[in-house]
């Protein structure tokens, strides 16, 4: 935003009203009342009362604040978020963030198409963790459905969620260590990453946006071999999460840079809908995993791990000891994968196999009709969430009895986690305010969908 003159108020109100943001312009210190600040909320700080006293007191011409935008392109951002940032000499004082760039329209594309089609969409909201999304689509779909899964359906899709579950969290410790200039961190966190992706691949037949959990079960069963990878997995995590302990954890530089750095209060996350890492780190035990068990949760054995102080450290902590269970869960997953289908066998809902359409008129019937009209969902609504790598996320929808969605809403932790930034960069310094953002670990794609 364009810095102002205080000797021209009337000039400048109206300079300010012709930029580009409008009203969603934050409008510098000297142009806005004590009583105008305090009663600031929303995605802009609320001040104390002790600050508007302050700025009451002000004479107009005395303010000496700078109003700094950090993205939206910008490398620390995570994508194109843009944050206005009024800094008093280093210290911040108000922070707002700016979304839409990215606005891809997901929910109402959604809308458009067949439930057949739908996972395709969301996948891509975000790309670090997609089957989640798909996951998540699937869920919903099946509740308007009332079906029962196929056990192994059910625990493919566990492995699948743990596993890229280490992904994302390998990636943000990668561009978190990156952030605090910790370079071999990211080339670290990329090389697990790549690891986890080869696994993906030979599953699903792509490295992201898999398209493979799909209404009724999964594309196709897991490929031969795939208990040795998983293993091969596991062990390299556990023995590199403890190089982690070392390179990172117990880094007296990595603790004084994050230690006390970006801290929000239990009381403050709750009321913010903050959930996953960012709620642990408050050391308030919130998983969906285990207080609302979806999939087969209930039947392994992990612990949800937390925090104390729900600072920067805290979260970094959380995701990195959430790998280990995360690599607890897939042991277990191997030695009790059952057997049995991979998804539901119902012709109205899963595709018939690709040989018997050249077989059967019936199959050839089916396999028509799935892909061109999609799946028939009763009237009704319903609502499925998960536990992602950022927290709760969830999607909401409503059937009108067609083979479309007739509404779709997604709860994305991402665009929630976003109103916390204020609070934690509350003045703290500018330096920090990268810190904190990294730990947030926000995905452009979900908020922006």
């Known amino acids: 935003m364009t810095t ?20 969603q312009g934050l409008l510098p210190r000297d142009l806005t009342s004590g009583v105008e600040a305090l009663r600031e909320f929303g ?5 104390s009362e002790a600050d508007a006293a302050v700025l009451a007191d002000r004479e107009p011409g005395q303010d000496d604040t700078t109003v700094l935008n950090i993205g939206p392109q910008h490398p620390s951002t995570h994508g194109v978020l843009r944050l206005m940032v009024e800094l008093d000499g280093e210290r911040v004082l108000r922070v707002k963030p700016v979304v839409g760039y990215l606005h891809t329209g997901m929910e109402k594309t959604g809308e458009e198409l067949t439930y057949v089609q739908g996972a395709a969409n969301v996948t891509r909201m975000d790309y670090l963790s997609p089957l989640f999304n798909e996951l998540t689509y699937a869920m919903a779909a ?45 080339l670290y966190g990329f090389r697990d990453r790549e690891m986890c992706l080869r696994f993906l691949e030979g599953v699903t037949g792509v490295r992201m946006n898999h398209n493979f959990i799909r209404v009724g079960g999964t594309a196709a069963d897991l490929p031969d071999g795939w208990k040795r990878q998983v293993i091969d997995i596991c ?16 880094q ?6 994050l230690q006390g750095v970006g801290v929000i209060t239990t009381e403050e996350a709750l009321a913010l809908g903050a959930t996953g890492p960012i709620l642990r780190s408050t050391g308030y035990a919130w998983d969906l995993r285990k207080d609302m068990p979806y999939l087969a949760y209930d039947e392994v054995d992990f612990d949800v791990v937390v925090g104390q102080y729900g600072d920067c450290f805290d979260r970094y902590a959380v995701r990195l000891n959430e790998m280990r269970e995360s690599v607890r869960i897939l042991r277990q997953i191997v030695d009790r994968m059952p057997g049995g289908d991979y998804r539901v066998q119902d012709s109205k809902v899963t595709p018939p196999p690709r040989a018997r359409i050249d077989e059967s008129m019936e ?41 479309k969605p007739w509404r779709m809403r997604w709860r994305p932790p991402s665009f929630i986690h976003l109103q916390c930034l204020p609070h934690m960069m509350h003045l703290g310094t500018m330096a920090d305010a990268v810190a904190v953002i990294s730990s947030v670990d926000p995905i452009l794609g979900e908020v922006d969908r």
Request: glycine share 8%; with cysteine.
């Open 363 to 403: 199959a050839l019937i089916h396999h028509f009709k799935l892909f061109t009209g999609g799946i028939e969902v009763p009237a009704g609504e319903a609502y499925a969430a998960v536990e992602s790598p950022r927290g709760e996320l969830g999607c909401y929808m409503v059937s009108d009895g067609t083979g």
């Open 252 to 257: 007296p530089i990595w603790q004084e840079r």
């Open 142 to 186: 099946e509740r308007l459905l009332d079906i029962e899964l196929p056990e192994r359906a059910v625990w493919i899709r566990m492995l699948l969620c743990e596993v890229n579950r280490l992904v994302s969290h390998a990636t943000f410790n990668g561009t978190n260590g990156m952030d605090m200039a910790a370079v071999s961190m990211m």
């Open 43 to 47: 995605s802009v700080m609320r001040l």
């Open 235 to 250: 062990d390299e995590f556990d023995r590199r999460l403890d190089e982690y302990d070392i390179l990172l954890t117990n």
């Open 4 to 23: 102002v003159s205080p000797s021209t108020h009337g000039t400048d109100r109206r300079v300010s009203q012709l930029t580009e943001e409008g009203a």
